[in-house]
């Protein structure tokens, strides 16, 4: 009777573990979904802010998932990129790099990550390239090529570095005929792509073809 017992009571326990988790998971792609809206339609600093609040309150619920990370600190980025006031900027960069570290910490070499961090360092390079040329170029390069041979498929390498190369100067190694191969390339990978979900990373795409247009293509 008591082994009986202990055994209904672990199966019930089962149960309700089961069915938290799948009650949690029917949470996490709608919350996340909200989050993709919010920071699709964001176009100033305190909009690309609220997306990444609203993915960080995410990833406090969900410290095994490293997508919320990655969106808070994609949604800082862009803050930083419409923000005007430098050391703003230097802030909001700041804060995304510490975000894609928590991403790391659950998802080790993962291609994704590691091109976001070569878009931030890179970024943040633009704050003060005189300064900080010399030793952020060749770390934002490097975080781009590991994401590269991490994964050769994922188009989004190959936008953030056509994008460098464009607006780098020509005396540089940069200019619109060193952007167009790499970007070139990049529109490949973008047709080849299929999504691994609907929540996993998908943009780029439409920034990439406007700069093959500048390019000339």
Not at 40 to 51: C, H, M, V, Y
Not at 64 to 91: C, F, H, I, R, V
Not at 164 to 176: I, L, S
Request: net charge positive; glycine share 6%; hydrophobic share 40%.
């Amino acid at each position: 009777m008591i082994m009986k017992t202990i055994k209904n009571l672990f199966i019930c326990l089962l149960v309700l573990t089961a069915t938290t988790a799948s009650a949690d998971e029917g949470k996490f792609v709608p919350a996340m979904k909200k989050g993709l809206e919010l920071l699709s339609t964001a176009k100033s600093p305190d909009q690309f802010q609220l997306a990444a609040n609203h993915f960080g309150r995410i990833a406090s619920a969900e410290t095994k998932e490293w997508l919320p990370l990655y969106y808070a600190a994609y949604s800082n980025l862009n803050a930083g990129l419409t923000e005007t006031d430098k050391t703003k900027q230097d802030e909001l960069y700041d804060r995304a790099l510490s975000q894609l570290k928590g991403a790391e910490a659950i998802s080790k070499e993962n291609s994704e990550i590691l091109a976001m961090q070569g878009y931030v360092v890179l970024m943040k390079l633009a704050v003060d390239p005189m300064v900080r040329g010399m030793s952020m170029m060749p770390e934002g390069m490097a975080l781009l090529d590991k994401a590269k041979k991490v994964d050769p498929k994922n188009p989004r390498v190959y936008l953030i570095e056509g994008q460098f190369k464009f607006y780098t100067p020509e005396a540089y190694g940069g200019g619109k005929a060193a952007a167009r191969p790499i970007l070139q390339t990049g529109k490949e990978k973008y047709a080849a792509e299929t999504p691994a979900s609907e929540i996993a990373p998908q943009w780029g795409k439409q920034r990439l073809e406007q700069l093959l247009k500048l390019c000339g293509e």
